[in-house]
């Protein structure tokens, strides 16, 4: 089982910055895609951003040029800079990846973070 445990988010003016981080724990044998998706009230979850294990990143366009997604392949951590933060960036940020369990059977897991608030005043 491979659990996902987030950090970071609180609450800051808009124009602030933020930093989320997220940490992934237990029988992993490899990572591939780890990625930041956010739901605001009353709207469907989206995503946020995206980076592989060789590191390319893609972002929404909404957050393109704010947002820095990066990874750290030996902490199997993932992080999330936040700049230049709107009201609209207002959500629940949750962390997500997928790979491959330990195991003689290398069972595929896709596992979610907890979720972590993230409130942008104006």
């Known amino acids: 089982q491979v659990q996902l445990v987030e950090s970071g988010g609180g609450s800051v003016q808009a124009g602030g910055s933020l930093s989320l981080s997220c940490a992934a724990s237990?029988?992993?044998?490899?990572?591939?895609?780890m990625d930041w998706y956010r739901q605001a009230p009353g709207k469907q979850r989206e995503l946020v951003a995206t980076i592989t294990n060789g590191g390319t990143s893609n972002y929404a366009a909404s957050v393109k040029g704010r947002f820095t997604i990066s990874r750290d392949n030996f902490k199997n951590t993932v992080y999330l800079q936040m700049n230049s933060l709107k009201p609209g960036d207002t959500a629940v940020y949750y962390c997500?990846?997928?790979?491959?369990?330990?195991?003689?059977?290398?069972?595929?897991?896709?596992?979610w973070g907890q979720g972590t608030q993230v409130t942008v005043s104006s």
């Open positions: 997500h990846a997928e790979g491959l369990e330990l195991g003689e059977q290398r069972k595929n897991f896709d596992a």
């Open positions: 237990g029988r992993i044998f490899s990572i591939n895609a």
